[in-house]
């Protein structure tokens, strides 16, 4: 019971970081409709930044974290003026093979910096663990769980209540009213692709926080998160939120009870089994939108 | 088009050599690089098959998803399965090459079409993911199935027999591989001069006007599906005979990138493109290395930056291509050739 409870609890922690993540996945793919291959490199990149800033030059961990979100922002902007603007317009197969050279592109940037080896992550969350109950939990996870909830709660006041958000969700619906309403289509896009980047720096770092370690294979979470954001629907902010527990909780136990029976892997590969369901099932996922396309 | 170079008829129109000329090059490019073994030496000559591999690869992704446009990031898993049928019918089952090569194009057919059939259902992006999750279950089978694939510690494959004929090293694999390459490019090529190319290219260009022009659509993405796995199952078979060792790991994501690089570099929907993207992206690593290797003495730090360069070149590569040429080199090409057909007098 213990050890279910445990199971649940690090699906739970991990999930909500897949929902963070997830959100900029969605935010992208809702507004320009291009699925980001490269979200896993950002989140990566994030916590590196945030790892040379707080070790290496010795900046107060508050003001590294600040510091690795503007430039986050910065990279977001960057990413979608520089490669994603000149593909406007060309197939899907165009889009997918552009994030996907750029994640080799900002691989290959942070293997040549940092290296491959696992670097120890600055102990951003107190140590001893607190106990809910009999179980004890440590304290980062609290922390990290707390903090994409806020951050959640935020995003979806964003995008409900303030012009920018209202703007962005006119865009998603439709690029040409928007157009002519005003709003002005190419700032969306800057704003969303600097959300996604945003939120994926913070997810790497409270996921990095929690491992205690950072390394370049942290950027396979930005895959992993693929299955979520399908599961919930590409172009569902809450579906996103939603499936990020869901699907931590079944990778988790996954890995708990089948790895010993299957030898291992199965954590990493539950999530990739359940997406193929989902797409045989309900492509468009819990809350996403159905288009209908009998082809 | 050349002045006084009518064509009369449809077939003249579909000939595979616009006039003798190309005809009679080809033929001295294929006799040139069938002596060419003769005097490369053994690094040359294993990166010369690994480009012939890597040509038989690029052309079977192509099929599926340059012409009948269906995204897959399933080549590296297609390329084990074909890799490991292989160890598992030359290894375990001792049979020779002739008979071991096309079952494993035909195993990978198969399970191409497990993995085709969201293909009915899904298109573009969704396509992309479920072979990306196709990707991850062959790979999680590859590395737990021990009994058949040797799990993390790999597989060793025998050197390819047929009839006492054995061949050892890499210049005689070299005449295996070549002659199956030419095949297949001329298979793909004629491919799409028949009624069932013609229907992968309808699919791909408005596949709602393909099924009211009476294309079954449900059965020839399956096809296409098909006929591209088979290709590059066949490319993994050959690769385990080249490697003589494969393990899961040869078989990572990045290599299906990779593929689709070299069809994204070298032109979508085009076998020459193929050809091409092929040779570009399996000479980047051997170019890189070289240049490193005559650089280290001044600078030996970077010989430790030769795989992130080859990582970052590549995404560089594929960006510039997207941005400046999406149609490829084959469409650059295209370009030289009919801007010296008629120099000096192009107007």
């Known amino acids: 019971m213990e050890f279910f409870l445990q199971l649940l609890l690090n699906g739970i922690v991990v999930g909500s970081i897949y929902s963070l993540v997830g959100l900029g996945f969605v935010v992208i793919y809702k507004s320009t409709s291009v699925l980001n291959f490269a979200q896993g490199e950002f989140l990566v990149l ?26 986050s922002a910065l990279m977001g902007i960057l990413t979608e003026r520089l490669i994603l603007r000149p593909m406007i317009g060309e197939p899907v197969i165009s889009l997918i ?33 607190v106990k809910i109950g009999p179980l004890p939990v440590s304290q980062g996870y609290l922390i990290s769980l707390v903090s994409v909830a806020v951050l959640l709660v935020i995003f979806t006041l964003f995008f409900k209540f303030t012009r920018s958000g209202v703007a962005m969700r006119a865009t998603a619906f439709s690029q040409q009213v928007s157009l002519s309403m005003g709003i002005s289509v190419k700032r969306i896009f800057a704003l969303a692709w600097s959300i996604a980047a945003v939120v994926s720096a913070i997810g790497g770092v409270l996921l990095a926080g929690i491992r205690g370690g950072l390394d370049g294979a942290m ?20 579906g996103a939120i939603v499936g990020g527990p869901i699907m931590g909780i079944l990778e988790n136990l996954a890995g708990g009870y089948l790895d010993p029976l299957v030898g291992g892997g199965a954590k990493e590969v539950a999530p990739f089994v359940v997406l193929v369901l989902i797409l045989t099932i309900k492509p468009y996922g819990l809350f996403g939108k159905v288009k209908i396309e009998r082809v | 088009m050349r002045c006084g170079d009518f064509r009369e008829s449809y077939a003249e129109d579909m000939s595979l050599f616009e006039s003798p000329l190309p005809r009679v090059l080809l033929s001295g490019l294929l006799l040139f690089l069938l002596v060419l073994p003769q005097f490369a030496t053994t690094y040359w000559l294993d990166v010369l ?46 049979l020779p090459f002739v008979i071991v090569i096309p079952l494993s194009g035909l195993l ?39 009994s058949m694939t040797g799990g993390v510690n790999g597989i060793s494959i025998p050197p390819a027999q047929f009839a006492g004929l054995v061949l050892s090293d890499d210049r005689k694999m070299f005449y295996l591989i070549f002659p199956v390459t030419v095949g297949l490019l001329f298979f793909t090529k004629n491919l ?15 596949d709602i006007s393909a099924e009211v022009m009476g294309v079954n659509v449900f059965r020839y993405k399956l096809l296409s599906f098909a006929v591209s796995s088979f290709i590059v199952g066949v490319a993994g078979s050959l690769l385990a005979y ?3 060792i494969i393990s899961p790991e040869n078989f990572p994501i990045t290599l299906a990138i990779d593929y689709l690089g070299m069809v994204i570099i070298g032109g979508l929907g085009s076998i020459l493109g193929s050809i091409f993207g092929a040779i570009f992206i399996t000479l980047l690593p051997e170019m890189l290395r070289l240049g490193t290797d005559a650089l280290s003495n001044q600078w030996p730090a970077l010989m430790q930056l030769v795989a992130p360069l080859k990582a970052g070149v590549f995404g ?7 941005i400046f040429e999406p149609d490829g080199m084959a469409a650059r090409w295209n370009h030289i050739k009919a801007y010296w057909k008629l120099y000096p007098f192009s107007y």
């Open chain 2, 316 to 322: 560089l590569v594929v960006i510039l291509f997207l």
């Open chain 2, 49 to 94: 098959n690994r480009i012939c591999i890597a040509i038989i690869g690029a052309v079977g992704l192509n099929v599926v998803t340059g012409y009948t446009g269906l995204i897959s990031l399933g080549t590296a898993a297609f390329l084990a399965v074909g890799g490991f049928a292989t160890a598992a019918m030359a290894g375990k089952a001792g």
């Open chain 1, 46 to 71: 994030g916590a590196y930044i945030c790892l040379t800033l707080t070790v290496q030059y010795q900046v107060p961990f508050f003001w590294s974290f600040l510091l690795t979100l503007a430039f």
């Open chain 2, 108 to 146: 990978t057919a198969m399970v191409g079409l497990v993995f085709g059939i969201p293909s009915l259902r899904l298109k573009g992006l969704y396509l992309a993911v479920a072979t990306l999750a196709a990707h991850y279950i062959v790979e999680f089978t590859a590395t737990h199935w021990d």
């Open chain 2, 192 to 206: 799409f001069r028949t009624k069932v190319g013609k229907a992968f290219v309808a699919i791909r260009d408005q």
């Open chain 1, 97 to 129: 093979m552009v994030t996907l050279g750029l994640s080799s592109l900002l691989k290959a940037i942070i293997q040549g910096i940092w290296g491959t080896e696992l670097r120890p992550f600055p102990d951003i969350f107190p140590a001893e663990p």
């Open chain 2, 242 to 244: 080249q490697a003589r």
């Open chain 1, 219 to 238: 950027a396979f979470f930005g895959l992993k998160v693929i299955p979520v954001v399908i599961l919930g629907g590409l172009d569902s902010i809450a």
